[in-house]
Structures are given as C-alpha cells and as structure tokens.
C-alpha cells in the first residue's frame, strides 16, 4: 500500500490538507490517528477493545491494523498526519512490534510501507500562535466553510491578549518546526515541503503537487473546495500587530 505522513505543527493548515486530501476519493483519509491524547477515542471509534491495557503489544497491533484501515478508507492509499510532539511516541510504540530497526523511519516504513513525507509549515509563527492561543481559550478550532461550528474542544471564554502565552506559543512552535527541519536530515528524507500560506491561497494547485508527490492524477484537485473557513478576524490581526510591535519583531 502507498502512504504519506503530513508532518506539521497545530494551526498550520493540516485539517484544510486532510480535507482536501479525503475528498479526492483516491488518497486515503488522514488525521491524527497517533495523538497520545486521543488514543481511546480513536480506539473506541475504531472498535479496538482497551479492555486490558497492560498488554500493550496487544493493543498496538490491533490498533494498527485498525488505524490502517481507516487512514486508508477503501482507497490503496494511507494517509497520517503527525504532529511533532506525537513522533517519539509513535515510533516507541512501534519499536515493540518492529523491533531492531535503526531508525524512526525505518519503523514508520515497516508499518506505513514507504511514506512520501509531506511538511507542512506555517511561515507567520507569530500570526500561528496567535491562532493557537485563540483556540485555546475559546475552545473553538474549526469551522465549517459556511461559518457553522465544526470542532470545539472545550466551552471556553472571549480570547484575552496575553503577551506571555504568545511568546510561550510561537517559542514551542518555532521549535517544533525546527525538529522537523533536523527530524528530516537525520532520517535522510527528502520532504515534499508545503506551506499554510500556499495552501490557502491556492488550494488546489497545493493538492495538485501533493497528488503529483504521490503518483496520483493531479487533474482531480481542480474540483476540490475546501470544507473549513479561517477562524482569523480582524481581532487576530491586531494581536499579531501588537504583539510584533511590542516585541520588536517583524513578518516572516
């Protein structure tokens, strides 16, 4: 089977990606399937019995099994997005049922096939943790392309400026991107480089290449629509406006 790993950092872009990539009918279904946070969801939607957790071995493998079948959803390919934080997890996890390999990517390649890597980077860190910690405080990550509500993790509260949370935010997340950046190297892996920036201000040219990357029919993204709006307002410019000012920081 084909496979392809997004790998990317949160408010990036990677749900629009996902999307669109789902939609094609042809790449598979991608999503945050390894999340440390999320594996009982998953496992419950999944129908992965958590019954006994001490055996972990156990409970990976099924998972996995299941989790490929689902990031593949009918179609010969799979898809996963990964965020940086969840790597170490993941090739932990695997490291039990493939054990011996040398490499992070020689565990993702013994479980996922040979994955195309696709990373995905926002260039404006600062309007990123901006949209983060937005979401963080609201509760509200996404909404549906006509305005509706689409994910909220959390009844949360008005977004309140905070210098602090902001320079903690784009600190983790500068960070993030940069372990990519060596995570990468290290591997010896050549990404298929793509940035939030691109993705939303063409779609379907950005599918276009990424089915290209994947050896798919890259005509099929001229019907693509993407299925999210920006949540970013004229409120989310100001803090990123103020935040530069008071940082003496300037637009990447």
């Not at 935010?169 to 990468?184: G, K, P, V």
């Amino acid at each position: 089977m084909a496979s392809y790993i997004i790998g990317s950092t949160p408010r990036s872009g990677s749900t629009l990606l996902c999307d669109l990539l789902t939609d094609t009918g042809m790449a598979g279904r991608p999503n945050s399937y390894f999340r440390r946070e999320d594996y009982c969801w998953w496992a419950e939607q999944l129908s992965v019995s958590t019954a006994d957790w001490r055996n972990e071995h156990e409970f990976d493998q099924s998972y996995l099994t299941a989790v490929l079948q689902q990031g593949a959803a009918g179609t010969p390919v799979f898809g996963l997005r990964l965020m940086w934080e969840s790597v170490a997890d993941l090739s932990k996890r695997l490291d039990t049922l493939y054990p011996n390999l040398g490499s992070d990517n020689a565990r993702f390649q013994a479980a996922f096939g040979t994955p195309v890597y696709l990373h995905l980077s926002r260039e404006d860190k600062v309007a990123q943790a901006v949209s983060r910690l937005r979401a963080e405080q609201s509760g509200l990550w996404h909404v549906n392309s006509d305005g509706t509500e689409r994910e909220r993790l959390k009844t949360g509260h008005d977004p309140v400026y905070d210098a602090d949370d902001l320079s903690r935010l784009l600190t983790e997340l500068e960070e993030h991107d940069e372990c990519w950046n060596r995570w990468f190297d290290e591997q010896e892996i050549e990404p298929v480089k793509i940035t939030c920036e691109g993705l939303v201000a063409d779609p379907q040219a950005t599918l276009a290449a990424v089915l290209s990357a994947l050896g798919l029919d890259p005509a099929v993204a001229e019907a693509a629509e993407p299925r999210t709006a920006k949540l970013a307002n004229r409120e989310s410019c100001e803090w990123a406006t103020r935040f530069r000012t008071e940082q003496h920081t300037t637009p990447t």
